[in-house]
């Protein structure tokens, strides 16, 4: 006597479906989380200068224009300055990602303010430039007490030693002082000065963090699905 036994399996497609996405989501978070996290990494955090930085940029009517800097970059770094807003670093609090889940993907970077700081930081370029005015005429300190060096200015004095041997204190003077800025991305005002457009190197710092994350990106889904 033979006997037929016949096996019909049924396959829950949704239930399959439901846990291949919960598998592929966290996979996606940890893929966004660790790219964020060494995105950060990239950045040179750092503060304005209290004291800043005083360069001689050219002169009017016998008057010398000085651009005076509190923020001196790191060559060959991207910085991120930290600021009253942004006491974590600006382009740095950004790093940010968002996961798709309709298209199944993560999106990492700054998001979503100052595209074109993002931009320019990330691949570099070129950016017009503008040097304004801090002060309403020109002047010998700025607000704060924060003099024009010595001898920089018109009417300044480098200082040294007198005849005895005594040092004198030099003057700064009087100058233009002005501040370089973005012509299409900044609030301060003032008499423009000079105008003209400066190099921005590439700091691709969302380049290299996926460089240095490429190579984890597979093992972050194995085994990601699970259950009955």
């Known amino acids: 006597m033979e006997a037929t036994v016949r096996v019909t399996t049924k396959i829950d497609t949704g239930r399959l479906k439901n846990r291949y996405r919960a598998g592929r989501d966290k996979s996606l978070d940890r893929i966004g989380a660790n790219m964020r996290r060494q995105a950060k990494r990239e950045f040179l955090n750092r503060k304005p200068k209290a004291?800043?930085?005083?360069?001689?940029?050219?002169?009017?009517?016998?008057?010398?224009?000085?651009?005076?800097?509190?923020k001196q970059p790191t060559p060959n770094r991207v910085t991120s300055w930290k600021t009253p807003r942004s006491p974590g670093g600006f382009l740095k609090e950004a790093i940010e990602y968002r996961r798709d889940d309709r298209a199944g993907s993560v999106v990492i970077g700054p998001m979503p303010r100052a595209t074109w700081l993002n931009v320019i930081q990330e691949k570099g370029g070129s950016a017009p430039v503008q040097w304004r005015m801090l002060t309403k005429k020109p002047a010998d300190r700025l607000k704060g007490g924060i003099e024009v060096p010595a001898g920089m200015g018109r009417g300044g004095s480098s200082g040294g030693r007198d005849s005895r041997g005594r040092f004198l204190r030099g003057s700064g003077g009087v100058a233009y002082i002005v501040a370089k800025v973005d012509p299409a991305h900044t609030r301060k005002?003032?008499?423009?000065?000079?105008?003209?457009?400066?190099?921005?190197?590439?700091?691709?710092?969302?380049?290299?963090?996926?460089?240095?994350?490429?190579?984890?990106?597979?093992?972050?889904?194995?085994?990601?699905?699970?259950?009955?």
Do not use: C, H, Y
């Open 51 to 70: 004291k800043p930085t005083w360069r001689r940029i050219g002169e009017k009517d016998g008057t010398p224009i000085l651009e005076v800097s509190f």
């Open 189 to 228: 005002r003032g008499q423009v000065m000079q105008t003209g457009s400066q190099r921005v190197k590439p700091g691709r710092f969302m380049g290299n963090a996926l460089t240095k994350q490429r190579t984890k990106i597979p093992q972050q889904f194995r085994n990601r699905i699970s259950g009955p």
